[in-house]
Every structure is written in structure tokens, then in C-alpha cells.
């Protein structure tokens, strides 16, 4: 859409005639100009969501689509009034969200949550999470539990 050029149709047609087709471009039409971002950390999300946008100046009188792919969980990171402010001289600003949901946790067949202990359904949750370092955290949850016990 956004590098394609644009055309009206004007057809002739007559009873009993050949239909004459004639294709005019128009020009000195808008500038389209379509942007996507995919964010990667949860850091400054305004500020890279900006940068992902051309400059003030080339927006000027452009309809601007900005396509944004990032975590669910990031949604109340995105300044969305912030960056209507930026493109305030296009002349129309689209922004579509697109938040990503990590797939469910799923436990084997037969298995019932309730017969998972809790150091079991840690693993499962660093495991959905991808945390890097599960195995410290698994260990450190171990050792806190085992001292939770001893007290009792």
C-alpha cells in the first residue's frame, strides 16, 4: 500500500461498443508511510517506539501507520499519548498493537495440579517464562522451603 502507486479508472461503456478503459495516476497525493517495531526489551518502550518513526519534519502532512509487536505484559509501558504528540504534524496516525501471548503451561495427561508439589510448579513456571537462570532460582526456592520446614 504504502509504495504502490494510485490510479482512478475511467471506463466508457456503451450497448453494442467495445468499453474503452482508461487508468489515470494520481499524483501529488499523501505520503503513506508504514512502520513496524517488534520490542525486545521493556526499557525505554516510548523512546524506541519513537525512534521506530521517521522525524517530525518527513511526517508533516503524512497518514503514518506505526505496527507494534511486544509482550503482553509490556502494555502499560507504551506512552501511547506520547507518541500522538510526537506525529501531531501527520496528518493521521495509526497505531495498532499487536501484544504477543505466551502459549499455556500444559501438564502431562492424568496429572492433576493439585499433586504437583510447589517446587514442581516453579519449575513449570520458569520453564514457561524462559528465565535464564531457573536453576539458581530453583535451588535458592529449595533452600528457603527446606529452612521453612526445619522451623516448623
Request: aromatic share 8%; net charge negative; hydrophobic share 40%.
Given at each position: 500500500?504504502?509504495?504502490e502507486?494510485?490510479?482512478?479508472?475511467?471506463a466508457?461503456?456503451?450497448?453494442?461498443q467495445?468499453?474503452?478503459?482508461e487508468w489515470i495516476?494520481?499524483?501529488g497525493v499523501r505520503?503513506?508511510?508504514?512502520?513496524?517495531?517488534?520490542l525486545?526489551?521493556?526499557?525505554?518502550?516510548?523512546?524506541?517506539?519513537k525512534?521506530?518513526l521517521?522525524k517530525?519534519k518527513?511526517?508533516s502532512?503524512?497518514?503514518?501507520r506505526?505496527?507494534v509487536?511486544?509482550?503482553r505484559e509490556?502494555?502499560?509501558?507504551?506512552?501511547e499519548?506520547?507518541l500522538?504528540?510526537?506525529?501531531?504534524?501527520?496528518?493521521?496516525f495509526?497505531?495498532?498493537?499487536?501484544?504477543?501471548?505466551e502459549s499455556?503451561?500444559?501438564?502431562d495427561e492424568?496429572?492433576?495440579?493439585?499433586?504437583?508439589?510447589?517446587?514442581?510448579?516453579?519449575?513449570?513456571y520458569?520453564?514457561?517464562?524462559?528465565?535464564?537462570?531457573?536453576?539458581?532460582?530453583?535451588?535458592?526456592?529449595r533452600?528457603?522451603?527446606?529452612e521453612?520446614?526445619?522451623?516448623?
Amino acid at each position: 500500500e504504502a509504495k504502490e502507486e494510485r490510479f482512478f479508472v475511467i471506463a466508457d461503456v456503451e450497448k453494442g461498443q467495445d468499453t474503452n478503459v482508461e487508468w489515470i495516476q494520481l499524483t501529488g497525493v499523501r505520503k503513506f508511510i508504514d512502520r513496524r517495531a517488534s520490542l525486545s526489551s521493556s526499557e525505554n518502550v516510548t523512546e524506541s517506539l519513537k525512534e521506530a518513526l521517521p522525524k517530525p519534519k518527513e511526517m508533516s502532512g503524512a497518514i503514518i501507520r506505526l505496527v507494534v509487536d511486544y509482550p503482553r505484559e509490556w502494555d502499560s509501558l507504551i506512552d501511547e499519548s506520547a507518541l500522538r504528540k510526537y506525529t501531531a504534524d501527520a496528518f493521521e496516525f495509526h497505531f495498532v498493537k499487536r501484544p504477543q501471548i505466551e502459549s499455556r503451561v500444559r501438564i502431562d495427561e492424568g496429572q492433576v495440579v493439585s499433586s504437583l508439589s510447589p517446587l514442581d510448579l516453579l519449575g513449570q513456571y520458569f520453564d514457561a517464562a524462559k528465565v535464564s537462570n531457573a536453576d539458581e532460582l530453583q535451588q535458592l526456592a529449595r533452600d528457603i522451603m527446606s529452612e521453612d520446614l526445619s522451623e516448623s
